[in-house]
């Protein structure tokens, strides 16, 4: 499936809010509480300001289907819309992410990718393999048993 990877703007911020209240999105995430707008508003200016997000379309202008993150030290979130999952969009968004990254990484300081992925995340789990991923074993991240997988840029 191509897609189009672009910056996140202040556009994207309550399609944001939508996917990260997502039930799934919500298990599969560290903090597994519901997301306040509060805490929503504070989160989305840290990542507006970060310059290290991105937002995928399926073609150039159209509706919003996922995003991939990084933070600075190569910790990466990624996260398809619920309607759109299982097609290939997020093994679309993670190859596309990784050459993005590979041409860029002077510019954001990254040399590893790292993915903390929750051992019941399966369509996780196979993505980040696919992509090239290793996986460095299982580790505690933010007070959750998870594998640790690596890329390096
Ligand atoms: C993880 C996520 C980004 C994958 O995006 P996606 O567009 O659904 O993924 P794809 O369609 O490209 O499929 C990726 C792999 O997952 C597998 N997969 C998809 N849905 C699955 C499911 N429900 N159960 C098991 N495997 C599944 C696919 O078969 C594919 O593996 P394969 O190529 O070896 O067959 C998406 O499910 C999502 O947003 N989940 C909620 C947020 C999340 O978990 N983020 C990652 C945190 S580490």
């Known amino acids: ?3 189009k990877l672009r910056y996140v703007n202040e556009q994207d911020k309550w399609i944001i809010y939508n996917w990260s209240n997502d039930v799934t999105t919500r298990k599969m ?5 519901e ?3 509060e805490q929503h508003d504070l989160w989305f200016e840290s990542l507006l300001a970060s310059s290290r997000c991105w937002i995928a379309e399926l073609a150039e202008g159209s509706l919003p289907v996922g995003m991939f993150r990084v933070n600075g030290e190569g910790i990466v979130g990624i996260s398809v819309s619920g309607d759109y999952r299982g097609k290939g969009i997020g093994t679309s968004i993670l190859e596309e992410a990784i050459k993005l990254l590979e041409r860029e990484k002077e510019i954001h300081h990254i040399s590893d990718l790292v993915a903390f992925i929750k051992i019941v995340n399966e369509p996780s789990i196979s993505l980040f393999k696919k992509a090239g991923f290793g996986c460095e074993g299982i580790t505690e991240y933010s007070g959750s048993v998870c594998y640790k997988y690596v890329y390096k840029l």
Do not use: L, P, Q
């Open 29 to 33: 995430s560290f903090n597994s509480k």
């Open 1 to 3: 499936m191509e897609i």
């Open 35 to 37: 997301i306040s707008k």
